[in-house]
């Protein structure tokens, strides 16, 4: 079955960096565009930050463009998303999605920002 499990989350001062991880198994990984979305306390689940099946485009929110980035190790099962100069305002649950024939989410993990 697929599963999707993220790792990395944790509490960091503003300008701070991290980096989340997203483990997947039960599907063919490369065949499969992958996603990180958030939400945050009191708001709706907005998409941050896509990645094709290669590797080879991504696309992001206005409001992360230029400090996140996301990428992916095929070989790994794995899809990152690298986090940097960050903000109150990207406190959030962080989650990871693949959409095959349903859409499979992760358990997601906390990131919040705050000094």
């Known amino acids: 079955q697929v599963q999707l499990v993220e790792s990395g989350g944790g509490l960091v001062q503003p300008g701070g960096s991290l980096r989340l991880s997203c483990a997947a198994s039960?599907?063919?990984?490369?065949?499969?565009?992958m996603r990180w979305y958030r939400q945050g306390s009191g708001k709706e689940r907005e998409l941050v930050a896509t990645i094709t099946n290669s590797g080879g485009g991504t696309s992001y929110t206005d409001s992360v463009r230029g400090r996140f980035t996301i990428s992916r190790d095929n070989a790994k099962n794995i899809v990152y998303l690298q986090m940097h100069s960050l903000k109150p305002e990207d406190t959030a649950v962080y989650y990871c999605?693949?959409?095959?024939?349903?859409?499979?989410w992760g358990q997601g993990t906390q990131v919040t920002v705050s000094s």
């Open positions: 999605m693949v959409r095959g024939p349903y859409e499979y």
């Open positions: 039960g599907f063919t990984f490369s065949s499969y565009f």
